[in-house]
């Protein structure tokens, strides 16, 4: 696809929580993860007034966001360090540049206040977002990822 023919995408952040932000994330968060409901508007709101992230959406050429991401930015004693969590991108507008667009902006802004570095995990079975984060720079890194999950009592014995 040509430059001159190539839909385009504007990322904006997500400053406020709007009935359009409630509905795109009712529709998003179902093909991220089957395991977690879509966020409220309250817990949406939390996100967008917390200080530590960034929660950037995709917009196609109509204006209506078509994806997400949600960038960390948090202070550990060896730098200032950046996290992508959470990046979806509808399915009727994969393969457009939405995801492309999402991480290129994360890397900017992380960039832009000092980030060390930029991390995030994606399962192997999402092939099409692998190849777009080698193709964004990112490098496979050999280490063991843990999850402790809180859902259930913690056993402090």
Avoid: C, H
Wanted: glycine fraction near 8%; proline fraction near 7%.
């Amino acid at each position: 696809m040509s430059a001159e023919s190539a839909p385009t995408v504007k990322v904006t952040e997500a400053t406020a929580v709007t009935p359009e932000l409630v509905e795109a994330f009712g529709r998003l968060i179902p093909q991220l993860s089957s395991s977690n409901p879509p966020p409220t508007g309250a817990q949406l709101a939390d996100i967008v007034a917390s200080p530590a992230s960034v929660l950037l959406m995709a917009r196609d050429e109509s204006g209506s966001i078509v994806g997400s991401l949600t960038l960390a930015v948090f202070p550990v004693p060896t730098g200032l360090r950046a996290w992508i969590e959470d990046v979806v991108v509808d399915e009727s507008a994969r393969g457009a540049g939405a995801g492309e667009a999402l991480v290129l902006e994360a890397i900017r802004r992380a960039d832009a206040v000092g980030a060390r570095t930029v991390d995030l995990t994606s399962r192997p079975s999402r092939e099409a977002a692998n190849r777009l984060y080698l193709r964004a720079g990112f490098e496979t890194r050999t280490t063991n990822v843990y999850r402790f999950s809180l859902e259930g009592p913690v056993d402090g014995s």
